[in-house]
């Protein structure tokens, strides 16, 4: 394998890859191919590799090498990038770019030259293609290529393994019309990045990872102009869109070759851990984990993402909101995702660097590592201490990493934060042990 960095004008970087076309995978952006175009069994000069049968065409179509461009498709598997000479047609737009680098430059710097922004950018606007595609077929009413997935799970997974900020950060933009596709990579990444902090094994971190990318599929079996519709839906076509995860079960089920994971995704992501959610209204334990985790994943990043028509929350204020909803959420495991985002909300209690526990009060955008802190109790004492209120910056305090309060406070926790958060506590006056209180 072999490849060039081509600068174009401006900060985008191209980065040509010269690969064997026995590595070519779902979700490339093929530049070129050696031996030219005449050679070529495609028509087009550039294009993604999308579909299994143009895979398949270009292997048994004789031609020993292809040119991927990795700014705007998927990258080969781990191997190592080797630098060498590109084929003769690798060239073709160069009267647009940039002449290349040397051959013998250090590849590591050239990759360098992306940010993690950019090549998560990439791994989504490739992924992207493909869910569209699929999503486009299963709208007319062809059957499901599951194959086609399993690179573009692969794609996301090494995605949020190398920077999981930065591809939860560029999956939170989304326009109008890509909006189901996107949501659903999103969706993908948010569970790939929760099962790694819950320490799933690795077959089922990619098993959520493909049930994100089809829990919303019922959605092409719903007429596109309800879908599109700006505001609120009325009644009726409320009910018509509430049957997408039965919609979207029964064509999974059709389809087969799925792990069950994402049939259970599917059908239950819109469950409430009161009962008070659909298709099923399954309560608490009825629910499997990875049902609920898909429920909170699922909101999170409706409610996080850029639309046109609505002002998005902040990830502080997201997690601070679903926090209040009352039996929505498997209220431990929403403590758990949470962590997975780093993000402390409004309400939430903290271990600060000093071992001291402390109420998060205010959040800040620009920060929200960094929040507003209201100090009360003292881990290594063992007793509460006068509230006093901080910023938890690495300066001055840390937050070492969020805590339950119903298991430092029992069922005394909410009295205790609305009293912290009011303003209104002070320490007891008799002996202020975790074992006084609880
Ligand atoms: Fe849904």
Redesign the pocket.
């Known amino acids: 394998m072999c490849c060039k960095a081509v600068p174009l004008r401006g900060v985008r970087i191209t980065v040509l890859v010269t690969i064997k076309t026995e590595d070519a995978r779902l979700g490339m952006y093929v530049h070129a191919v050696a031996g030219g175009w005449m050679t070529s069994p495609f028509w087009r000069r550039h294009f993604v590799l999308e579909k299994p049968a143009d895979l398949q065409k270009l292997r048994e179509g004789g031609i020993a090498e292809i040119v991927i461009d990795l700014s705007k498709g998927a990258g080969p598997a781990a191997a190592p990038l080797q630098p060498a000479a590109a084929p003769a047609t690798a060239g073709e737009d160069r009267d647009v770019t940039s002449p290349v680098a040397e051959p013998s430059a250090p590849v590591r710097r050239r990759r360098a030259a992306l940010t993690p922004e950019e090549r998560a950018q990439a791994v989504v606007d490739a992924s992207k293609v493909i869910v569209q595609s699929m999503f486009d077929e299963v709208r007319l009413g062809r059957a499901i290529d599951v194959q086609a997935l399993t690179p573009v799970t692969e794609q996301i997974v090494a995605s949020v393994t190398r920077d999981a900020a930065a591809m939860l950060n560029v999956t939170r933009l989304k326009t109008k019309d890509e909006y189901t596709y996107v949501h659903s990579i999103a969706v993908a990444a948010l569970l790939i990045h929760f099962a790694r902090t819950l320490n799933l094994p690795e077959d089922e971190v990619s098993a959520l990872g493909l049930a994100g990318l089809l829990?919303?599929i019922g959605?092409m079996a719903v007429p596109k102009a309800l879908l599109d519709k700006p505001g609120k839906l009325e009644p009726p076509e409320m009910a018509v869109l509430r049957h997408?995860?039965e919609k979207g079960h029964a064509l999974l089920s059709a389809g087969g070759g799925l792990p069950a994971v994402a049939l259970d995704v599917c059908l239950h992501?819109?469950e409430r851990y009161d009962g008070r959610g659909y298709p099923k209204g399954l309560r608490g334990e009825q629910l499997s984990l990875a049902a609920r985790m898909s429920s909170i994943c699922?909101v999170y990043d409706a409610v996080t993402s850029q639309r046109p028509y609505k002002r998005p929350w902040s990830p502080s204020e997201a997690l601070s909101r679903m926090r209040s909803w009352n039996g929505h959420f498997d209220t431990e495991l929403l403590d758990r995702f949470i962590e997975s985002i780093g993000i402390h909300p409004v309400g939430a209690l903290v271990r600060l660097q000093s071992s001291r526990l402390a109420l998060v009060i205010a959040g800040d955008d620009a920060e929200p590592t960094q929040p507003r802190v209201r100090v009360f109790y003292d881990i290594p004492a063992q007793r509460f201490i006068a509230a006093h209120d901080l910023t938890a910056t690495v300066t001055v305090d840390p937050i070492h990493r969020g805590e339950s309060g119903q298991r430092w406070f029992g069922e005394r926790w909410e009295t205790l934060a609305a009293d912290i958060l009011a303003g209104q506590f002070g320490p007891p006056q008799q002996a202020m042990s975790k074992g006084v209180l609880s």
């Open positions: 829990h919303d959605k997408h995860p992501h819109h699922d």
